[in-house]
């Protein structure tokens, strides 16, 4: 069974630094490609960050660049989403999800963590 | 950046309804569509991939049509179960998901 399962967590002050991490479990985690994705109190799902299969790639939604950092540890078979200098507009819920690629049909989000809650708040 | 625009935000009907959303890219985005069901306090659900593919698992009053820039959900027969929120998302260049409808009972 694919098991993915955030944690870190928290309330921080702003301009504070969080660690998010994300533990996978059930399948072969070095060839998936991995993403976050967020959603804040009462609105929608924001995607903020992809990263490849061997880490070589990363990309990011433009109001974090600069101050997240995807990484991820294969031998670990771990996610991990390094968030410095928060903002209150990045209060929300911080979900670690696998991407499924095909060549005939590109990728969607096949499996989704269950989420962990970040407040940054004073 | 491609922006994704859905509507409705939101729209209510009842049990055994046919309901249809629908996605607009802001540039062509060949078939890279996918459609996401989520209910409160739990994770999205992959309905639809690649425009039209539905997912394992997922009921067949479930489909997805279009390319290109426009795309639509259609949801035949509506189940008690299918009152949630829905979102597209396109994975032509990195990833946006539209801003959400709400299907709620009338």
């Known amino acids: 069974e694919v098991q993915l399962v955030e944690s870190g967590g928290g309330l921080v002050q702003p301009g504070g630094s969080l660690r998010l991490s994300c533990a996978a479990s059930?399948?072969?985690?070095?060839?998936?490609?991995m993403n976050w994705v967020r959603q804040a109190p009462g609105k929608g799902l924001e995607w903020v960050s992809y990263?490849?299969?061997?880490?070589?790639?990363?990309l990011y939604t433009d109001s974090v660049k600069g101050r997240f950092t995807i990484s991820r540890d294969n031998a670990k078979n771990s996610l991990y989403l390094q968030m410095n200098s928060l903002r209150a507009e990045d209060t929300a819920v911080y979900y670690c999800?696998?991407?499924?690629?095909?060549?005939?049909?590109?990728?969607?989000?096949?499996?989704w963590g269950q989420g962990a809650l970040v407040t940054v708040s004073s | 950046d491609i922006q994704m625009t859905q509507s409705p935000s939101s729209l209510s009907t009842s049990v055994g309804d046919r309901v249809t959303i629908t996605c607009r890219a802001s540039?062509?985005?060949?078939?890279?569509l996918n459609w996401y069901q989520q209910k409160p306090g739990k994770a999205p659900k992959l309905l639809i991939y690649?425009?039209?593919n539905l997912q394992s698992g997922v009921p067949s009053r479930f489909s997805g049509s279009g390319s290109g820039t426009d795309f639509t959900l259609t949801i035949t027969s509506l189940q008690p179960e299918d009152f949630a929120t829905y979102y597209c998302q396109q994975s032509y260049s990195s990833r946006t998901f539209g801003q959400g409808t709400k299907v709620e009972i009338k």
């Open positions: 990263i490849s299969t061997s880490g070589s790639t990363v």
């Open positions: 999800a696998r991407d499924y690629r095909s060549q005939e049909f590109g990728t969607r989000i096949d499996y």
């Open positions: 059930g399948f072969t985690f070095n060839i998936y490609e």
């Open positions: 690649a425009a039209s």
């Open positions: 540039q062509s985005i060949s078939r890279y």
